[in-house]
């Protein structure tokens, strides 16, 4: 059966390829997608993930939008990477399907408490605002969802900052709450992500065989190529956020290890620092783990795949 899942995002270049990546796969049944304010405003990457859902012909999949900005923190966004709309690139589809009502919060605990337990898995993919804030609402959820596979973090460096990734260092508060509840979590962050490079092969690949979704992609990917370039240094651009479904997906896309992880909230040069204890063996009882290694031609043809189930209509409608 496939593995019912809420994409929680702030499309963003990457969170859009992984919302293809959902829609696309057999394997995948995305309920529905909630939004937060993160690589840009709340107001512009909840219209981009109606409008990459419209991209996709997937125009009955929920879109709910969440919190605004941080707990505690004043909002940052990441313009300097994913352009004023947070979508450049590309000419956006205006969506047809209106924005859902209520709360993203709301929706997620309902949707939740309304379904089997363990049947639903949590897919962060921006800041953890939203899931903390649920969490915090309705303490039962933890208990019901199946696993939570986030993208976030890094054991060793950051981007954000020297030893902090974006998603985390913006509402580290938000993290710690999600790190420290006893459900399963599986952080997918720098030490995979940065692995995921979309080269100039891959992306002609994707250009070729996807159909005009293909191009869109393409042209996703041309802009954050040079976004990366420079900004960050990076010759191919990383596409983090994906690195979470396929996980869902194919459990051998990734390498992983269990291991104690907490957040650093002080201020200083180490906020938002995701700190993963890998001293001694692993234990096995551990309800957190993370991601260290990724299988490169098995999580693109993943990507290919789906973005061409897409483009011959066999995706999520």
């Known amino acids: 059966m496939a ?72 909002m940052e966004n990441a313009a300097s990477i994913h352009g004023q709309t947070g979508l450049d690139g590309v000419d956006l589809p205006k969506p047809t399907r209106p924005l ?31 899931i903390a804030m649920a969490v915090r609402m309705e303490p039962r959820i933890v208990d019901r969802v199946k696993r939570v596979v986030l993208m976030g973090g890094a054991v060793h460096d950051g981007n954000w900052s020297p030893c902090a990734e974006f998603n985390v260092k913006i509402d580290p508060e938000a993290a710690k709450i999600v790190f420290n509840e006893p459900w399963d979590v599986t952080m997918v962050g720098l030490d995979v992500t940065h692995k995921a490079l979309c080269t100039p092969e ?67 040069p180490a906020l938002g620092m995701t700190v993963a204890d890998l001293r001694g063996p692993e234990d096995p009882t551990c309800h957190t783990q993370v991601g260290l290694g990724l299988d490169f031609d098995r999580f693109w043809d993943l990507i290919a795949d789906a973005i061409q189930n897409i483009a011959d209509g066999k995706g999520q409608h």
């Open 3 to 74: 593995e019912k899942i809420i994409l929680d995002s702030d499309p963003g270049h990457d969170d859009a390829v992984a919302i293809l990546l959902a829609v696309g796969s057999p394997e995948i049944d995305l309920l529905g997608v909630t939004t937060v304010g993160g690589n840009q405003s709340l107001d512009k990457v909840t219209y981009n993930a109606r409008a990459v859902l419209e991209e996709a012909g997937a125009t009955s999949i929920p879109v709910h939008a969440g919190c605004d900005r941080p707990i505690l923190r004043p």
């Open 100 to 130: 859902d009502e209520g709360h993203a919060v709301n929706w997620l605990i309902d949707t939740i408490m309304s379904n089997d337990p363990k049947t639903i898995t949590l897919v962060p993919t921006g800041p953890l605002t939203n």
């Open 202 to 268: 891959v992306q002609k690949r994707i250009e070729n065989t996807g159909g005009e979704l293909g191009v869109f992609v393409s042209h996703l990917m041309d802009f954050f190529r040079k976004s990366y370039q420079d900004n960050q240094d990076f010759v191919d651009p990383p596409v983090h956020d994906p690195c979470t479904v396929a996980y869902i997906i194919d459990p051998q896309v990734l390498t992983t290890r269990r291991c104690t992880v907490d957040v650093q909230c002080g201020e200083g």
